[in-house]
Nanobody, 125 residues
Framework: VQLQACGGGLVQPGGSLRLSCAASGRTFSSSYFESWFRQAPGKEREFVAATTWSDGRTYYADSVKGRFTISKDNAENTVDLQMNSLKPEDTAVYYC??????????????????WGQGTLVTVSS
């Protein structure tokens, strides 16, 4: 699976952005978890949101719950992250990832098999 993330940019606090992750080479249907992680400068990569391709269950980090929404489009083979009410602390490089193993933990980045290249989100006035 090759993953391509896009949609990052500069946005003011309180604004919105929508990130999209497209899979090629192999469809998302072969993966179990499709997720978004982020990494801010000087910090470790952290879990943001995940969905299961088979039944669309969703999981969110506490820091984004109620503000971010992860969704999938089976026909387009994409996973999107709608980010609302953005805060300066949301500034980071956002990565999409796919995990083939249903026994894995959705919020553990070390268990993911494929990663996109990252897209920068900057929240600043």
């Amino acid at each position: 699976v090759q993953l391509q993330a896009c949609g990052g940019g500069l946005v003011q606090p309180g604004g919105s952005l929508r990130l999209s992750c497209a899979a090629s080479g192999r469809t998302f249907s072969s993966s179990y978890f499709e997720s978004w992680f982020r990494q801010a400068p000087g910090k470790e990569r952290e879990f943001v949101a995940a969905t299961t391709w088979s039944d669309g269950r969703t999981y969110y980090a506490d820091s984004v719950k109620g503000r971010f929404t992860i969704s999938k489009d089976n026909a387009e083979n994409t996973v999107d992250l709608q980010m609302n009410s953005l805060k300066p602390e949301d500034t980071a490089v956002y990565y999409c990832a796919a995990d083939l193993d249903p026994r894995g933990s959705y919020n553990d980045p070390t268990g993911y098999d494929y990663w996109g290249q990252g897209t920068l989100v900057t929240v600043s006035s």
